[in-house]
């Protein structure tokens, strides 16, 4: 018997290495075939990124200067004491936008998932909104212009079709549209996790809609709540379509119609860049804290 045992001893580590090998070709394949992905992500996503930042520390349109770049820290210390205010206004729009979501989306989304039989088709038409923020602003200013379709109801309440087009909630409303989809799915992901039998058995033991609510249903939920407002929060900063259409001097401050007219209309891309690195530390930010807040919640 040990004679035996000692003969296959020199094929042991032959034997060992083949599941080795094996290992090592699929980490290879792996590797090949998300070359591609990687290399496009490399070039048409990071090295932008470090492009943008790069410029923003660069004076004007001197990035582009033939005799080279002037760099400066000035364009953050503008952003600090001059543009501070239009950051806040674009916060302010933000949360708005998110607020009107979680109010309407939640009750939105639980009739989605309890009550409609054909809500995979529901959920299809919830992707027209997602198209693009100009279609919806410019529908919502055609409804709203004097003589559109809007003035008879507004002639009615006694308001004047200006004040309502351009207004901070007309903004707000336009902005909830677009990002209302992001709510909705994620809250009804959520919801799609919540045993059906647990708001039975609240109702068996005398709980009152409320109660089930509170109680039941928004722990439970809390995490599709938060990925969902932190997902609309982080698409609402980047928008500019709806408060140059529909907002007045005051919501036209947004940071994202800011960067365009510093950049495209003035060739300050220094400052433009600025602005923009600002806006993508705050979505870098948000992406973040919504990735952590749903992690292993809104999957069905």
């Known amino acids: 018997m040990s004679g035996e045992v000692g003969s296959l001893a020199p094929l042991l580590p032959a034997a060992l290495s083949v599941p080795r090998r094996r290992d090592r070709a699929a980490r290879v394949r792996t590797l090949a075939l998300l070359a591609p992905a990687i290399l496009l992500a490399l070039l048409f996503l990071y090295y932008p990124l470090v492009f943008i930042v790069q410029m923003s520390f660069t004076e004007g349109s001197s990035f582009l200067s033939p005799s080279g770049a002037i760099s400066t820290l000035e364009n953050y210390v503008t952003i600090v004491n001059r543009y501070l205010p239009n950051v806040f206004v674009t916060l302010q729009l933000a949360f708005l936008a998110t607020l009107v979501d979680l109010v309407f989306g939640f009750p939105f989304a639980y009739i989605l998932v309890r009550k409609v039989r054909y809500r995979t088709l529901v959920r299809g038409l919830m992707v027209f909104p997602m198209f ?169």
Request: net charge neutral; proline share 5%; glycine share 10%.
């Open 132 to 300: 693009g923020a100009l279609y919806i602003a410019f529908g919502m200013r055609f409804i709203l212009l004097p003589g559109g379709p809007a003035t008879p109801i507004l002639q009615a309440l006694g308001i004047a079709s200006t004040d309502a087009l351009f207004s901070l909630p007309s903004v707000v409303f336009a902005m909830s549209i677009f990002t209302f989809p992001f709510m909705v799915l994620n809250i009804g992901t959520a919801l799609s996790n919540v045993d059906p039998t647990l708001e039975e058995a609240a109702a068996c033991l005398g709980a009152r809609p409320w109660q089930t609510f509170t109680r039941i249903l928004l722990p439970l939920t809390r995490a599709g709540l938060v990925a969902g407002a932190l997902t609309v929060f982080g698409w609402s900063i980047g928008t500019f379509a709806e408060p140059l259409l529909l907002g007045s001097i005051n919501e036209q401050r947004a940071l994202a119609w800011t960067v365009y007219q510093r950049g495209v209309v003035q060739t300050d891309y220094g400052l433009s860049t600025a602005m923009g690195t600002v806006l993508l530390i705050i979505a870098f930010v948000v992406t973040y804290l919504s990735l952590r807040y749903s992690r292993g919640a809104l999957i069905e």
